[in-house]
């Protein structure tokens, strides 16, 4: 079965800091990644997502992950944190079989302090 | 700019109670899914319909939760009775096809309190 797991409930870092959210999955077929965000009081946005093209991934707001499939890793990174990317972030895997189901990591809280 | 449209946003309701939350998933999409949110389980998918059929319902407690979509612009997610257990965020998000790395798109959620 296909999972994710996100290491660090919480990631502190200061504005302008690098900017360093952990994702490891587990999966038995190739797998489509996925990073989403949530702020306070919304739905889930999509940051990027990798679906074996090219194994850097840029998304919106200066992040992207890159696939690394010998350390089954997908990490989300951005060079300087800004106040505005303080939110929650989730990790996804969904197996390339034809459905969109979508399978979550239990998320990583980032703060950014001034 | 399309969305996917939930409601009630927030909803507290009586233990015992029916509550019924509503999605309209994006013009055109025929994938709808119905996800939940708590603190302790984080996001546990529900439900899942392609098409309209419900293709994956087994994360749904049967005996009291129900999910159905009447139409294609029209999901429901309906508990009944309710239980204070049952508070949570309701997701609904829906995508454009069949292939595993489209993108699925999430409403902004219900807000259910039961009390």
């Known amino acids: 079965a296909q999972s994710v797991t996100q290491l660090g409930s919480h990631v502190s870092v200061s504005e302008g800091a690098l900017v360093l959210l952990r994702c490891n999955y587990s999966?038995?077929?190739?797998?489509?990644l996925f990073w989403y965000v949530q702020y306070p009081n919304q739905g889930l946005q999509l940051l990027l997502k990798?679906?074996?093209?090219?194994?850097l991934v840029k998304g919106i707001n200066g992040f992207e992950a890159e696939f690394k499939k010998s350390e089954t890793s997908f990490h989300l990174t951005k060079p300087s944190a800004h106040m505005s990317d303080a939110a929650e972030y989730f990790c996804?895997?969904?197996?390339?079989?034809?459905?969109?189901?979508?399978?979550f990591g239990t998320g990583t809280r980032l703060l950014v302090s001034p | 700019d399309a969305r996917v449209t939930q409601t009630p946003r927030h909803k507290v309701t009586e233990m015992g109670q029916e509550v019924t939350m509503r999605c309209q998933p994006i013009?055109?999409?025929?994938?709808v899914f119905w996800y939940r949110q708590t603190m302790m389980q984080g996001l546990e998918l529900l439900a899942y319909?392609?098409?309209?059929?419900?293709?994956?319902d087994s994360g749904m407690p049967k005996d009291r939760f129900s999910a159905e979509m009447p139409d294609a612009t029209l999901a429901t997610l309906k508990i009944q009775p309710s239980e204070p257990r049952d508070s949570a965020v309701y997701f609904c998000?829906?995508?454009?096809?069949?292939?595993?790395?489209?993108?699925?798109?999430f409403g902004e959620g219900s807000w259910l309190t039961v009390v």
């Open positions: 319909f392609r098409n309209r059929a419900p293709l994956d």
């Open positions: 990798y679906t074996s093209a090219a194994t």
């Open positions: 999966s038995s077929v190739p797998p489509y």
């Open positions: 998000a829906s995508g454009p096809g069949t292939g595993s790395g489209n993108t699925i798109y």
């Open positions: 013009l055109g999409h025929n994938t």
């Open positions: 996804a895997v969904s197996e390339n079989t034809g459905f969109q189901k979508l399978v």
